[in-house]
C-alpha cells in the first residue's frame, strides 16, 4: 500500500523565484491538504483540494497556489519566494471531503529560500 | 478560531520511564489525532481518536471530547521514542495543531 509521496524532498531557491512541490496521495484517497511547518512550530493548513477544486484555504497569500489533476495528484507553487517561506511543506492525503477526516502526511519537501 | 495548547513544552525521560502528555482543545471536535515527528520531518500516525481509549503496544491515548482535552500515555519509553508529539483537532476541512512536547529519552 503506497503512502504519501512528495517531490523534490529537499531544494534551494533564491528570492523572487517560484518553486513547484509535487504529492501523490496515499492509494485509495481523493483528498490532497498542504501544509506549511516553520523551524520549531507546529503545521499550519495552507488549503486542500477534492475533485480538482480549492475547498479550504488557511490564512496564505494568493503567491500560495494549488492544482489537483484527476489521478488525485496535486501540486504546490508559490510564487515570488520570500526569505520567510523557507521551511518544510508537508502534504496530506484522506477520503473525502467535508469533515477533515484521518489524515496521512507524506516526508515533506523542505524549501530553503537563500 | 480553535485552540489547541499542549504540555509540557519539554521533557527529559531516562529510558524505561513512562510519560503522559496532555492536549486541550477550546471547542468541541469530531476530529483529533496524536502525530510522532521522526528527525527527518515525517509525521508519523499515532492515533485517531475523537474519542475514547485505544492501544497499541506501549502507547495508548484517552480523549474526553465533552471535557476538550486528550491525553497521550508512553509507557517503558525507549530512545527511539525521542522527537516531537503533536496533537491536531479537526476544525472544518483541516487540522489545527498545537504546538508540539518534544520528548527526549536518555538511555
Known amino acids: 500500500d503506497a503512502g504519501v509521496t512528495q517531490s523534490p524532498t529537499h531544494l534551494i531557491k533564491t528570492r523572487g523565484q517560484q518553486v513547484t512541490l509535487r504529492c501523490s496521495p496515499k492509494?485509495?484517497?481523493?483528498?490532497v491538504s498542504w501544509y506549511q511547518q516553520a523551524l520549531g512550530q507546529g503545521p499550519q493548513f495552507i488549503f486542500q483540494?477534492?475533485?480538482?477544486?480549492?475547498?479550504q484555504r488557511g490564512n496564505f497569500p494568493d503567491r500560495f497556489s494549488g492544482h489537483q489533476f484527476p489521478n488525485y495528484s496535486s501540486e504546490l507553487n508559490v510564487n515570488a519566494l520570500l526569505l520567510g517561506d523557507s521551511a518544510l511543506y508537508l502534504c496530506?492525503?484522506?477520503?473525502?471531503?467535508?469533515?477533515?477526516?484521518?489524515?496521512?502526511f507524506g516526508e515533506g519537501s523542505r524549501l530553503t529560500v537563500l | 478560531g480553535i485552540q489547541v495548547e499542549q504540555s509540557p513544552p519539554d521533557l527529559i525521560l531516562q529510558e524505561g520511564a513512562n510519560s503522559t502528555l496532555r492536549c486541550n482543545f477550546s471547542d468541541s471536535v469530531n476530529n483529533l489525532q496524536w502525530f510522532h515527528q521522526n528527525p527527518w520531518g515525517q509525521l508519523i500516525n499515532l492515533f485517531y481518536i475523537p474519542s475514547g481509549t485505544k492501544q497499541n503496544g506501549r502507547l495508548s491515548a484517552t480523549t474526553v471530547a465533552t471535557e476538550r482535552y486528550s491525553l497521550l500515555y508512553i509507557s517503558s519509553s525507549q530512545t527511539t521514542d525521542s522527537g516531537v508529539y503533536f496533537c491536531a483537532v479537526g476544525q472544518g476541512n483541516k487540522l489545527v495543531f498545537g504546538a508540539g512536547t518534544i520528548l527526549r529519552v536518555k538511555s
Open positions: 496530506a492525503s484522506s477520503l473525502g471531503q467535508g469533515v477533515v477526516g484521518e489524515l496521512f
Open positions: 492509494s485509495g484517497h481523493d483528498t
Open positions: 483540494y477534492y475533485e480538482e477544486e480549492e475547498r
